[in-house]
């Protein structure tokens, strides 16, 4: 096997691999859109202003913040931030969160890609995490998440959204619980024309050993 040949395609997967890498993108965390839920004071949110965490919005009554920094949140409520972040096609999007809330509550958080930044328009779901609480969950919470596939080029300049509990049954069970520590991050997944060059590359070096 040609050994120029072997460099070229050995240096194009090391600098595939190293853009890939480079790619993570955080959407939301603890410092990023408040996904931690600070706020100034524990309280409901719809008549204690001081109780809504920054960046976030109650649709649907009746979300609460407790004195510890998260959410409780109950089986008619629902909450949105509307990030603002633009959607990144060809990202697959990685939701993670902690959850709890008790038997038959399905604590549940969504993200969408939205038409405008105010959560309006059409709405494609980016990622999704959720759990079926247990009696003997007590105040725990736990940790759960989940990537989604990557966004496809009609979703280029849509927002992330980001949406907790809702006002609807899901899968059988109520949607509420216990919300905390919401991270949202994008990676680009590469396409297959770069996979195949992978490929091709491991192939060579197969080849040359």
């Known amino acids: 096997m040609n050994k120029k040949i072997v460099s070229m395609v050995a240096v194009s997967i090391i600098l595939i691999l190293c853009s890939a890498g480079q790619a993570l993108t955080i959407v939301m965390d603890g410092t990023m859109h408040n996904g931690s839920f ?4 524990a309280g409901f949110w719809y008549n204690t202003p001081s109780a809504v965490p920054a960046g976030w919005t109650e649709t649907a009554l009746y979300m609460y913040s407790t004195a510890a920094g ?11 931030n509307n990030t603002g972040e ?9 939701l993670s969160a902690y959850l709890g809330g008790g038997a038959g509550v399905d604590a549940t958080v969504r993200v969408y890609a939205t038409q405008n930044v105010d959560g ?15 009696s003997t969950d007590g105040y725990s919470l ?11 080029a009609s979703l280029d300049g849509y927002f992330v959204q980001v949406i ?18 919401i991270t949202v991050t994008s ?6 024309a770069t996979l195949a060059l992978l490929g091709i590359g ?5 080849k040359r050993k």
Not at 202 to 206: I, L, S
Request: aromatic share 12%; charged share 15%; glycine share 16%.
């Open 38 to 41: 600070s706020g100034a004071s």
């Open 187 to 192: 990676e680009l997944v590469p396409e297959p």
């Open 202 to 206: 491991g192939f060579f070096m197969r």
């Open 86 to 94: 633009l959607v990144q096609a060809g990202h697959a999007y990685s």
């Open 70 to 80: 998260w959410i409780q949140c109950g089986s008619t409520a629902e909450a949105i």
């Open 164 to 181: 907790i509990g809702g006002p609807y049954a899901y899968k059988g069970h109520y949607i509420g619980g216990y919300y905390d520590n």
């Open 142 to 152: 736990f940790n759960v998440s989940n990537t989604g596939s990557a966004a496809g």
């Open 120 to 134: 309006t328009g059409a709405k494609t779901l980016l990622a999704e995490v959720n759990r079926l609480g247990e």
